[in-house]
Nanobody, 126 residues
Framework: VQLQASGGGLVQPGDSLKLSCAFSGGTFSSRLILGWFRQAPGKDREYVAALNWRARYTYYEDSVKGRFTVSRDNAKNTVYLEMNNLKPEDTAVYFC???????????????????WGQGTQVTVSS
């Protein structure tokens, strides 16, 4: 399984950015979960959002609810993280991850995921 995250960059507070994560080499089972995490310098990896690939259910960490949206393009095997109204505290390296053995209560646990992409830097600064 390979995950390739892209789309990061330097933006100003209030701006928007859309990250992509291309997924390949895996199976699209009903239990496939694609997760987004982020890690700021000196901090632990933090859960951002998750998507059930088959059912399209989406889940969000409280601080990004209403600002971030997870979606997927089945034809492109790609999951997206659309980020609006970005804040300086959103600055981090963003990672996508996949797993097929998660239960709902583990979606926010990075150790529950089996495969990870390489990360893409998002910097929000004026």
């Amino acid at each position: 399984v390979q995950l390739q995250a892209s789309g990061g960059g330097l933006v100003q507070p209030g701006d928007s950015l859309k990250l992509s994560c291309a997924f390949s080499g895996g199976t699209f089972s009903s239990r496939l979960i694609l997760g987004w995490f982020r890690q700021a310098p000196g901090k632990d990896r933090e859960y951002v959002a998750a998507l059930n690939w088959r059912a399209r259910y989406t889940y969000y960490e409280d601080s990004v609810k209403g600002r971030f949206t997870v979606s997927r393009d089945n034809a492109k095997n790609t999951v997206y993280l659309e980020m609006n109204n970005l804040k300086p505290e959103d600055t981090a390296v963003y990672f996508c991850a996949s797993g097929s053995r998660l239960i709902l209560s583990s979606y926010s646990n990075p150790q529950a995921y089996d495969f990870w992409g390489q990360g893409t830097q998002v910097t929000v600064s004026s």
